[in-house]
């Protein structure tokens, strides 16, 4: 009898365990995402030279997300292909033939990432800003471009987001109108 009841007990027991394995809910799978912007069917002419990016440190790959005029949220679930500083640090080279940390020189570029970031206050935004330097630090001036999101997913951010990083790129290779004469 107790040789019955043993043996009933042992047979239940891996069945009860495997009942609550799968009662937990499944983990939810992250997502990784690419908002670089196309690359030019060209190479462009070097419009400038090294490009060294830095960013503030809680920039890294979970997306961003303001969810208040001072708050802010990450997002473990949905992530970027790499860290946005190197996102932009790439995306300029492409757009300006620069190397990304390379030889220093008179036209290098000094970036300060500052925001790459959802907005989801009301519409979702996505935005993107630089501070642009020259290599000796002179010539502070910010670039910031934002994208309205087709919607609220993951999906939809993220081209959002190539959108605004495309656009922010554009305006940082352009280079500055010359000041008029007088």
């Given amino acids: 009898m107790i040789a019955c009841l043993l043996r009933s007990l042992s047979l239940l027991l891996p069945l009860s365990a495997l009942g609550c394995l799968s009662s937990a809910p499944p983990v939810a799978p992250v997502r990784w995402f690419d908002p670089l912007p196309p690359a030019p069917v060209e190479r462009p002419v070097a419009a400038f030279g090294s490009i060294r990016v830095t960013a503030a440190p809680h920039l890294g790959r979970e997306f961003v997300v303001r969810t208040g005029p001072r708050e802010l949220a990450f997002d473990g679930e949905?992530?970027?292909?790499?860290?946005?500083?190197?996102?932009?640090?790439?995306?300029?080279?492409?757009?300006?033939?620069?190397?990304?940390?390379?030889?220093?020189?008179?036209?290098?570029?000094?970036?300060?990432?500052?925001?790459?970031?959802?907005?989801?206050?009301?519409?979702?935004?996505?935005?993107?800003?630089?501070?642009?330097?020259?290599?000796?630090?002179?010539?502070?001036?910010?670039?910031?471009?934002?994208?309205?999101?087709?919607?609220?997913?993951?999906?939809?951010?993220?081209?959002?987001?190539?959108?605004?990083?495309?656009?922010?790129?554009?305006?940082?290779?352009?280079?500055?109108?010359?000041?008029?004469?007088?």
């Fill in 78 to 182: 949905h992530q970027w292909i790499a860290e946005p500083r190197v996102l932009v640090a790439t995306a300029l080279a492409q757009a300006g033939g620069g190397a990304v940390d390379g030889a220093r020189g008179e036209r290098d570029l000094v970036v300060e990432l500052e925001a790459f970031e959802f907005e989801l206050l009301e519409v979702p935004v996505a935005r993107v800003r630089l501070v642009v330097r020259g290599a000796d630090g002179a010539g502070a001036r910010v670039a910031e471009a934002t994208a309205v999101a087709a919607g609220r997913a993951p999906t939809q951010l993220a081209a959002a987001m190539a959108q605004a990083l495309g656009d922010v790129v554009a305006r940082v290779a352009r280079p500055p109108a010359p000041l008029p004469v007088r």
